[in-house]
């Protein structure tokens, strides 16, 4: 079965200092990677898609980047506002989706 | 733009019961998509409505099931609620496949005592 590995499951940051989160996955025939924000008692917000190995997409702060076996999220000079959990999602060729279980940020002013 | 909507906010039923969760999309969306969210755990792919058709489900038993209206709105029902049935329900929605962006809604929180 398809398998999304996040690391790290948590990450303390102090606010500028830059850092990557990890998102590993096994797929059978790839869609699409996503990337999301959760807040504490929220829905996942939507923040990047990424198709095909080599793509890179960007965001104020974040930066999404995809090889063909992981994806990074890398935070530039993260604010405390950045602070949330964040989630990768992919979309496989049998049309399911399946989530990694986040990464919970925490950056410190 | 009025994001998705979702109702209820909170459901308390009592095990063996049936639920109701109902979700509506963005304006012009067409899919939608279910998942649900134990606590601690990551999301869980339930089902997946496209033009009013069951297009895929994930591995959920088959009292777990739904509907999508000429609307493109979606009803998740549950029934023989079981304890650990208890989790947020979250609704997606999003343009048509075959390249989505799913859009997420607040959440259902259920609770079976």
């Known amino acids: 079965e398809d398998q999304v590995t996040q690391s790290p499951e948590a990450l303390r940051l102090q606010e500028g200092e830059s850092s990557s989160l990890n998102c590993s996955y096994t797929?059978?025939?790839?869609?699409?990677l996503f990337w999301y924000r959760q807040d504490p008692g929220k829905g996942p917000e939507f923040l990047f898609t990424?198709?095909?190995a080599g793509e890179e997409k960007e965001k104020e702060r974040l930066k999404a980047t995809l090889t063909k076996k992981e994806s990074f999220l890398h935070i530039t000079a993260p604010k405390p506002e950045d602070s949330a959990t964040y989630l990768c999602?992919?979309?496989?060729?049998?049309?399911?989706?399946?989530f990694g279980s986040g990464t919970k940020l925490n950056v410190k002013p | 733009e009025a994001g998705v909507t979702q109702s209820p906010t909170h459901l308390i039923k009592t095990r063996g019961q049936q639920a109701t969760l109902r979700c509506s999309p963005i304006?012009?969306?067409?899919?939608v998509y279910w998942y649900q969210q134990a606590l601690g755990l990551g999301l869980q792919f339930l089902l997946w409505?496209?033009?009013?058709?069951?297009?895929n489900r994930g591995n959920f038993p088959p009292r777990f099931s739904g509907r999508q209206f000429p609307n493109y709105s979606s009803e998740l029902n549950v029934n023989a609620l079981e304890l650990e049935d208890s989790a947020l329900y979250l609704c997606?929605?999003?343009?048509?496949?075959?390249?989505?962006?799913?859009?997420f809604g607040p959440g259902t929180r259920l609770t079976v005592t």
């Open positions: 997606a929605s999003s343009l048509h496949s075959p390249r989505p962006e799913q859009y």
């Open positions: 797929v059978s025939g790839l869609r699409g």
């Open positions: 990424l198709y095909s």
């Open positions: 999602a992919v979309h496989d060729n049998f049309n399911k989706f399946y």
């Open positions: 304006s012009g969306h067409t899919s």
């Open positions: 409505y496209d033009e009013g058709e069951e297009r």
